[in-house]
C-alpha cells in the first residue's frame, strides 16, 4: 500500500522567510512518480512538480526548490524568501507505474505567509 | 487552452436525492479521475476512466456512487439517495494518457452539500 505523511499541519512565517515543507512517503514499487500540489483559498489544486523515483536531482524553479532522498523517502520542498502570495494549502502525492496511477494524497500543509 | 472544467460550482441538496456532477477534461485528454476532498484532508481517488471504460473503480465508496463517460470526454458522477457524509468537495482531473504516470490537471471542484 503507499501512503504520503506530512507532518506538519499548519506552518506560519513572516514574509521573506525561508520555509521548508516536509513529505515523507512508503511504498514498495520500485517505480513511483512524486508531485507537488498547491491549493490556495480559491480551490483549485495546481500543479507544481513531478518527480520520478530514478531521478534524484534537486530541483530548482525560482524561489521553488524541491530535495528528493530515497534514503529517507523524503521529498520535501523549500520556498525561499516566501511571500504573502504563497498563502495556501501545499499537498504532496504518490502514484506508481502500472496500476491506475492514481494519486495518493498526504493531508496537506497550510501555509501562512504574514506581511 | 482551456483546462478542466466542472459543473455546477456548488450543490445544495437534501437526504436521499439524486446528484449529477459533471466534468469537462483538458481536450485530447485521455485519462479522467474523480477525487473527493473533505475538509481539512487531502482528495481521495474514486475511479478512474482510460477513454470510455472504467479502469479502476476501487475508490467508489459503495453501490450508491457511480460514474460514466460514454464518448471518452465529458464524465458524469451520480451519487443516489444522497447521505450526509457525502458532504465534500468532488475533485476532477485529467491527463494526457499517454503514460507513464503522467500529471493530472485539476478542475475547480464541486462542492456538494447535502442537508
Known amino acids: 500500500a503507499q501512503k504520503v505523511t506530512q507532518a506538519q499541519t499548519e506552518i506560519s512565517v513572516v514574509e521573506k522567510e525561508d520555509v521548508t515543507l516536509d513529505c515523507v512517503y512508503e511504498t514498495r514499487d520500485t517505480t513511483y512518480y512524486l508531485f507537488w500540489y498547491k491549493q490556495p483559498p480559491s480551490g483549485e489544486l495546481v500543479f507544481l512538480i513531478r518527480?520520478?523515483?530514478?531521478?534524484?536531482q534537486n530541483e530548482i524553479s525560482g524561489r521553488y526548490s524541491w530535495n528528493f532522498q530515497k534514503s529517507t523517502s523524503s521529498f520535501n520542498f523549500t520556498i525561499t524568501a516566501s511571500q504573502v502570495v504563497d498563502s495556501a494549502v501545499y499537498f504532496c502525492a504518490l502514484s506508481t507505474q502500472g496500476g491506475s496511477e492514481k494519486l495518493v494524497f498526504g493531508k496537506g500543509t497550510k501555509l501562512t505567509v504574514n506581511p | 487552452g482551456a483546462g478542466v472544467s466542472q459543473t455546477p460550482s456548488n450543490k445544495v441538496t437534501e437526504k436521499g436525492k439524486y446528484v449529477e456532477l459533471r466534468c469537462d477534461p483538458i481536450?485530447?485528454?485521455?485519462?479522467l479521475y474523480w477525487y473527493r476532498q473533505s475538509l481539512g484532508q487531502g482528495p481521495e481517488f474514486l475511479i478512474y476512466f482510460q477513454g470510455t471504460g472504467a479502469a479502476d473503480d476501487s475508490g467508489l465508496p459503495n453501490d450508491r456512487f457511480f460514474a460514466v463517460r460514454p464518448e471518452g470526454s465529458v464524465s458524469t458522477l451520480k451519487i443516489q439517495r444522497t447521505e450526509r457524509g457525502d458532504s465534500a468537495v468532488y475533485l476532477c482531473?485529467?491527463?494526457?494518457?499517454?503514460?507513464?504516470?503522467?500529471?493530472?490537471?485539476f478542475g475547480p471542484g464541486t462542492r456538494l452539500t447535502v442537508l
Open positions: 482531473a485529467s491527463s494526457p494518457g499517454g503514460g507513464p504516470v503522467d500529471t493530472q490537471y
Open positions: 518527480r520520478n523515483s530514478f531521478d534524484e
Open positions: 481536450s485530447g485528454h485521455t485519462a
